[in-house]
């Protein structure tokens, strides 16, 4: 690999990538565009909100109606689905299947890349939840009612 040492090398790097990168989502809103920078990329959604318009977006033709209750079960529905299955298959590599990325995921989301052959494009998600869990007990503690100690609950 040469050594990056502009905005231009950046975007050659990231648009000669060749392992498939895929952001999945309910929608494709998130990400639209990025495309044009990153070589392989796809988004993978449940409904496609540009009607086929919006190049490197995949959306299964079948699906199953269910009741989703959060994100992280469209994601997972997503990643089960027998289509994106196929398609995420069809794009691996010897080495990998590629590189997901999501909004929000959870443990069985990890699982379900593992079996995939997918790579989680962020720490573990057990990992990230204690983060989440710091952040909000500092935001909690800097409230006008509580004193400012991040580091401690109010008894």
């Known amino acids: ?69 959060s994100i992280e079960d469209i994601n997972n529905y997503l990643l089960e689905h027998k289509e994106v299955i196929d398609f995420i298959q069809s794009r691996a590599n010897s080495e990998s299947a590629g590189v997901a990325s999501f909004l929000m995921f959870d443990e069985h989301t990890e699982e379900i890349c593992e079996q995939l052959g997918l790579r989680v494009a962020f720490p573990p998600q057990n990992c990230a939840s204690g983060w989440i869990i710091k952040l909000r007990q500092c935001v909690l503690a800097t409230k006008p009612a509580c004193p400012a100690c991040p580091t401690c609950w109010p008894e």
């Open 1 to 69: 690999m040469n050594k990056i040492t502009s905005i231009a090398d950046v975007r050659r790097h990231f648009l000669n990538n060749k392992e498939p990168i895929y952001f999945i989502s309910a929608t494709n809103f998130n990400l639209l565009g990025i495309g044009d920078w990153v070589g392989s990329f796809r988004h993978i959604n449940y409904i496609d909100c540009f009607e086929g318009k919006q190049r490197n977006v995949f959306v299964p033709k079948q699906k199953f109606p269910r009741d989703f209750e």
